[in-house]
Nanobody, 119 residues
Framework: QVQLVESGGGLVQAGGSLRLSCAAS????????MGWYRQAPGKQRELVAT???????NYADSVKGRFTISRDNAKNTVYLQMNNLNPEDTAVYYC?????????????WGQGTQVTVSL
């Protein structure tokens, strides 16, 4: 099992920045990739950014050039640096860890952290 705890959400004005953190614990050696997803009211959860163990990154088109995903292996923590935020970034942000075996894929989720961007 993998436990994920997010922090760093809050209220920020448009154009501002926030950094989200996700601390992982448990069977972290089994994790293949980690990432961030978000869900706005009335919308489906969507991918924001992912980072694999081989340091490959993937970003949603809407956040490219503004958001950066990174990790600190010593702290078992993944970060999402969000710059130049706009109201469309308002959502609950969820940390995700994924474990892939030869015949299955397992997803683990944090509890979510609210990000609100005001005009």
């Amino acid at each position: 099992q993998v436990q994920l705890v997010e922090s760093g959400g809050g209220l920020v004005q448009a154009g501002g920045s926030l950094r989200l953190s996700c601390a992982a614990s448990g069977s972290i050696s089994s994790i293949n990739s980690m990432g961030w997803y978000r869900q706005a009211p009335g919308k489906q959860r969507e991918l924001v950014a992912t980072l694999t163990n081989s340091d490959n990154t993937n970003y949603a088109d809407s956040v490219k050039g503004r958001f950066t995903i990174s990790r600190d292996n010593a702290k078992n923590t993944v970060y999402l640096q969000m710059n130049n935020l706009n109201p469309e970034d308002t959502a609950v942000y969820y940390c995700n860890a994924q474990r892939v075996t030869w015949n299955a894929k397992y997803d683990y989720w944090g509890q979510g952290t609210q990000v609100t961007v005001s005009l």
